[in-house]
């Protein structure tokens, strides 16, 4: 199997394959994982589309979480894998270290994990553990390596994100603020990131996860 191969498959179910890599012991993969495959929205057109399916339209807590199950499940089955989620626990399954393991996110200047193509706006629906070792690309440059102007530590409203630590509470209260937009448009500090402002999200995305984180 190629990745070319996952990439057109995930494409179907509007999905695109954020990274990947070949998991040792101690990443807690899956038993039998030999890939492990990184899943996100496709963009453009993903919120579109998410916005149409039963589980948005139903009313029920957890739309996209829902959603994310019953799409990944059998694409998973189809490529001849396991569904794993970021969701559903406690336990829950380490994401933010297999991101990193995958080379295609890194930790940036305001602590936020950011990607190489979808900036601060990378998010995970799911991942599929693969029971075959495929051939993977080398990874691209770290991103922030050439970003001199880092407008993602100085952009949120009341300084909340540092590489180190994150004020949740002074983010949380400064959300109610008449002049604050995060709500409406998304976290400013993800706005700013120069790669975050070439992906394709739409506002309405961001303020639903902001709905949910608020």
């Not at 990745?3 to 990443?27: E, M, S």
């Not at 496709?42 to 199950?69: C, I, N, V």
């Not at 706006?121 to 993977?136: E, N, T």
Request: hydrophobic share 35%; net charge positive.
């Amino acid at each position: 199997m190629k990745l070319t191969t996952l990439k057109k498959a995930a494409a179907r179910c509007h999905l695109t394959v954020i990274g990947a890599f070949h998991p040792k012991v101690a990443d807690n993969a899956p038993s039998g994982t030999c890939t492990l495959i990184l899943l996100g929205p496709y963009e453009t057109g993903f919120w579109a589309h998410f916005s149409a399916s039963p589980e948005m339209l139903d009313g029920q807590p957890d739309p996209l979480d829902r959603w994310s199950k019953r799409v990944v499940t059998p694409l998973a089955s189809e490529l001849g894998g396991t569904a794993v989620f970021p969701f559903g626990g406690p336990p829950y399954q380490p994401f933010i270290a297999w991101a990193l393991r995958s080379q295609r996110c890194w930790v940036s200047p305001s602590g936020l994990l950011v990607h190489d193509k979808e900036g601060l706006f990378v998010s995970f629906r799911g991942a599929i553990a693969l029971p075959i070792k495929i051939d993977l690309p080398p990874p691209p440059p770290p991103p922030c390596q050439t970003c001199i102007a880092e407008p993602c530590r100085s952009s949120c409203p009341v300084g909340a994100l540092k590489t180190d630590s994150y004020d949740v509470a002074a983010c949380k209260a400064d959300l109610d603020r008449p002049e604050n937009d995060c709500m409406t448009r998304g976290c400013a500090s993800r706005r700013a990131c120069p790669i975050s402002q070439r992906y394709g999200r739409v506002e309405a995305q961001s303020a639903f996860h902001m709905a949910a984180f608020k």
